[in-house]
């Protein structure tokens, strides 16, 4: 929001905001806010405990011991005569049929064929035994004799599935088959079912999970209960937590999917050995920017680009970790917005919405101008994403002060600060669907909480704005 209201300034042929334009107000919310919460925020909550005790983030290594992953790994070996021979993971519908996860294929390595003309020259010698590597886990890998499989499910699943493909069965109990689930390239990681996700209501099976997202689902946990659900079987609802696995940049992306999923924590980040070397450099480049920044030397974007440039040309980043970081579904929907915007100011939609907000409260004062502006705004934000609602209702806060014949600073940055004010529902943004189940409240604890803050924000910023950015 910060970024749009301070682009359309400029196209406006006025002075943007600068990186210290929001300070002066962002530092009195902050304080409004957190009395707020101490004084009155917790005293509206209920006082419910949550079913579960509250945990801190759990590390990958933890999870593999909060869902007891070592009790359900198994090692299933494909025999000679199995009917899996020549058959890829897709076809052998393991997860659809039997609910049981691949985790590794184990494959003995081929020794080269130097090396066997060098056995062979030596009589009587023994050769080594080959030892097993990784090979890739897809839906189009081929299985072949003696593979070994490192998979999740449960005892009986296994043994149904064993006896159906005539496989060799055994635990994998040891610790360090567990472990050997985590490193730098692969891990698990918990993800949180929103209450919007398109796949509520459908079994893992159903969605084609592993599929879709190329992840293996390990364990369910419902909301408010530390039980494990049965994966093949449960449909799964708002609140549901899954333990998924596989490669960490298929976990990263699913984060994009924001509509279907919250992943919990950083824990990609966890396993992830930190580039030190080049701490120095990137803090320099940070700061870099902050100073081009405060001396208005570029605009923000250009300086944003810049230092990310900055960063992979130095080697801070890759430029795989840089277009991974990169949240091409905000790019998308802006882009999106922004023509929409464009078309509802030519067919006279802005105009007319200024107008009637100028009639309606012009009369009145300003002040009630920018009230209306600030509550239109934090409704929208309540079922939008801040992003569009700020490319919405921008224009119409601009038209209106045009239309008074006032400057637009005021308005605009009371737009921009109401398009963050989504404390109302658990669905207004990601932040509040992650703590629902954390502290087990409900749909109304947010209305009761949120709606009052908000009102203490119009108060606010109805009676400082306009001494910070005089009409």
Known sequence: PNLIVSDLLQEQGLRPFTFFSYTPMGAILIVLGIAYMFLLGRRLLPDRKP???AQPVATPAELVDLYRLPDNLFRLRVRR???LVGLTLAEARLGEEFAVSVLDIQRREEPRPGLQLVWGAQ???QQPTPRRVSVARTAETTLEVDDLLLVNGEADAISQAAARWNLGVRPAREDDEAMSLLNEEVGVAEVLIPPRSSLIGQTIVDARFGSTYRLSVLGISGP????KLDIKTTRLRFGDTLLVQGPWRNIAALRKQRRDFVVIGQPESMMAAPNRQKAAVALVILLGMVVVLVADLLPTATAGMLAGLLMVLTGC???DEAYQAIDWKSIVLVAGMLPMSTALERVG???????GFVDTLGSISPLAVLAGLFLLTSLFTQVLSNTATTVIIAPIGLVAAQNLGVTPYAFLMAVAIAASMAFATPVASP?????MGAGDYRFGD????GVPLILVTLVAVVLLLPLLFPF
């Open 81 to 83: 005569e199995s009917p």
């Open 123 to 125: 009589r009587g010698a």
């Open 349 to 355: 939609l802005v105009d007319l919405a200024a107008q």
């Open 224 to 227: 408010g209960t530390s039980s």
């Open 431 to 435: 932040v509040n669907t992650l703590v």
């Open 317 to 319: 980043l890759t430029m």
């Open 51 to 53: 079913m579960v005790d």
């Open 446 to 449: 947010y209305i009761k909480v």
